[in-house]
């Protein structure tokens, strides 16, 4: 078979493997059956335009790897298929986000967009990567983490979507934790600021999620304004004046509130 005692040689002074953004670039050729299916990595093809040319009567010239000084021909009938680097590079990237391995596929992600930036379904993965990644800290409850990685694939893709999810979506329900977890503590004013920072960013989009916690948050506050103004009544000024302060501190925008206060 072609190649075979090259692959021997190779068995015989197996080193370590580096990463394979660390190594230099490569193309892969699969041979074919009457070759045993054999793959060898060869230096950068030099295709035209880097492309599998339609012409195929013309000889592959190439250098594997583990030769560089040394210059073979391949005939196009031993070939099965050629990965180039790129595609190599985005098959591993994807193996690390399927296992997790999420710091390891933003590296090998990162290296994509600097060296192949238009590479055919880089972009499709690196969606995957960032809302896969942004579910794993929602998980772990890490809820502003997770809300940083989802911005940042609002902003690529703000269409995303997941089974019946879209990121929107996604957000929405990550937006909820987090006003839960304020309100739950009674930090009323990052609540607030919370709100504000989610209708600049995502307007309309969020629109339904921000009116429920605008109600929800009035509505406090106005309970505490007519306390307020029963000990007003009752003439516990004191009172009052402790309630109106907690009604304020709620939602100062409350109808009524201010002129109570």
Known sequence: PLFAQEEKDDEKGAEAPKRLIEREPFDRIKLDAANRGVSIDVFPLNFPNGRIPANKETPIQLRLIKYPFRIYELNWRAV??????????LK?????????????AFEYLSFIYQNYPK???ADDLTYKFLYDNA????????????????????NRNPDYRVDRMDVGAAIGRLFDQIMNQTVSQGDFGPARKTLIQIRIRYGDRQGETIKRWQDLLSGMAAKKRD???DHLNNQRYREAIATSKEMLRIWPDVPGGRELA
Request: proline share 0%.
């Open 80 to 89: 099965d298929s050629i990965e180039f680097h790129g595609e190599i590079l």
């Open 92 to 104: 591993e990237a994807r193996r690390l986000v399927e296992a997790k391995e999420y710091n390891e």
């Open 135 to 154: 579910m794993k800290f929602f998980e772990e409850k890490k809820y502003g983490e997770s809300l940083a990685i989802l911005d940042e694939l609002f």
């Open 227 to 229: 306390e307020a103004q």
């Open 119 to 121: 590479l055919n379904g």
